[in-house]
């Protein structure tokens, strides 16, 4: 679906992202993670091309990305970032028929397939109940899930999320994954998500990307490669790492220095 | 019917009604087919050029630069175009063209220049923005008096350029040529309005969607240029317009750019033919200029929104 072979970016000799390579597969349900400025939303960025490669090649569907247009690439890979700020009063439907844009030309009006693909992606999202709603009084979680909606609306084969729960509460959080993982088994969407919480990625990300001051470190399955070493190295803290109870997955057990009780 | 056609069709009655008590109100009571064809009926045609082409720059503006504060009279792009068709006139070149394209080239470099000014890494702040208006329109208003005092010219008053008058409408020629040329830019505007939807959360966000923003942008700005400068060029910078319309119509009919363009092509023109028919009797038989009484209507309405901006925004 999507490779990097041997991608850099960054200006003479500060390299954001260095000689990266990785594949990822149809249907793959990635994460991506690593401290601050390790550069995750670089690679984000140079995925969706708002920035190009200095060296390196990313194809998608093996056909190199330069040759997308952009109104192309956007019919087939979409993005949420962790939050936009709407400059105007739209309504929720206004926002997700945005979604369309990609397959609606310029002097065409929007068709009956149209509010279609809006109806089913606002029920998915469980977002249909805002739908005459301003953007702007919805919740950080309701707004997420809208901007989700208008992602899928897209169509798309592959979705690029950039810390899409940055800013909800953990039970938000969890849902937007749910989301995600149902889209990802139903309608084999491809997923690669960034994000900061190494619980939730490592609960339900199949395949993880370890960035590592624009290096990538480590790629694998979360129980691979979730090592208490790699913790203290990359992420600089101190930690345990054992399977959650109920999933089996790896979990990450903090150890901050205080005193226990 | 849809609310937005049947609000559009309100628009359109109220227009037809104002254009009609235009040709007929006045000082010459009565009907007098001279004073009604050759001078009152340039005046209102010229209106609703001036005021369709200013409002639809100012939603364009708006949605550009992601900012309800931006119009063409704030971003000083009103004072540049008129001083372009000034230099045009000097020039001595009175023929149409240049005089169109120095107005429209001029508001284009102005409106460009604002924007570099004021943006940095993708963001026009709201204060940068007004601060390189208010820079820009202060010199060249600066330039036109300039030009006055150096060139003094019986046939043009000062303050028909500065602050803007209906009242040279003359032949109709000229007005034809404006009216095309923002007829020009209002379709463009139109056929790019999905664009300034998709840009309303942000410019990599639209790019996401698949706007080529950096095209959309230049083709946006000149179209722009092209309704400031073809409107400036005839009646000098009337102000405000461009503000209050693209506001009011929002409430009206929504946000969408596509049905918010339409919606302030029709209703600036029926607000700048209403304003020039109070200019012109409400103190009779002395005229002011028109841009005189979208001012005082202006900006009062810029306060307010600026203060309630600043509730959402820290300064």
Known sequence: ?261 | MSTFIRRLLILVFLLIGTSLASLWIGEIKGWNTAVILHIRLPRVLLGIVVGTALATAGAVYQGLLRNPLADPYILGTSSAGTFGALVATILNYYFAYTLYIFSIGASFLSVLLVYRIATTRGRTPIQTLILAGVVSSTFFSALVLLLFTLFRRESFSVLFFMLGSLSTAGSGWPILVSALLSLIGVLIAVIYARDLDAMSGGEEDAIHLGINVERTKQILFFSSSLLVGSSVALAGSIGFVGLIIPHILRLLIGPSHRQLIIGSAVGGAFFLVLMDLLARTLFSPVEVPVGVFTSLCGAPFFIFLLKRKQKELVF
């Not at chain 1, 569907?61 to 739209?90: H, T």
């Open chain 1, 1 to 261: 679906m999507i490779t990097a072979k041997n991608v850099s970016f960054g200006y003479e000799e500060a390299f954001h992202l260095q000689d990266i390579s990785f594949q990822l597969e149809r249907g793959g349900f990635w994460g991506i993670i690593g401290p601050n400025g390790s550069g995750k939303s670089t690679l984000l960025k140079l995925l969706s091309k708002i920035i190009a490669p200095q060296q390196g090649i990313i194809e998608l569907e093996d056909r190199p990305l330069k040759q997308f247009g952009l109104k192309e690439l956007a019919g087939k890979m979409a993005f949420v970032g962790s939050e936009a700020q709407f400059s105007f009063p739209y309504l929720v439907s206004d926002v997700v028929l945005m979604g369309r844009l990609p397959h609606t030309g310029r002097i065409q009006s929007h068709t009956d397939r149209d509010f279609d693909v809006v109806n089913s992606v606002l029920k998915k999202t469980e977002t249909y109940e805002f739908r005459d709603r301003y953007i702007h009084e919805l919740s950080s979680g309701e707004r997420q899930r809208v901007l989700l909606a208008r992602a899928l609306a897209q169509e798309p084969q592959i979705i690029l999320l950039d810390e899409p729960t940055a800013h909800l509460d953990l039970h938000y959080e969890i849902e937007i994954f749910q989301i995600l993982k149902l889209l990802n088994k139903q309608d084999q969407l491809t997923i690669l998500a960034v994000s900061h919480n190494l619980n939730l990625i490592a609960e339900f990300c199949r395949t993880l990307i370890v960035l590592d001051r624009g290096k990538c470190r480590e790629i694998g399955s979360p129980a691979e490669i979730l090592t208490d070493a790699l913790l203290r190295e990359v992420f600089r803290i101190e930690s345990r790492i054992s399977p959650n109870p109920f999933s089996k997955a790896p979990a990450i057990l903090l150890n901050t220095g205080s005193p226990g009780s």
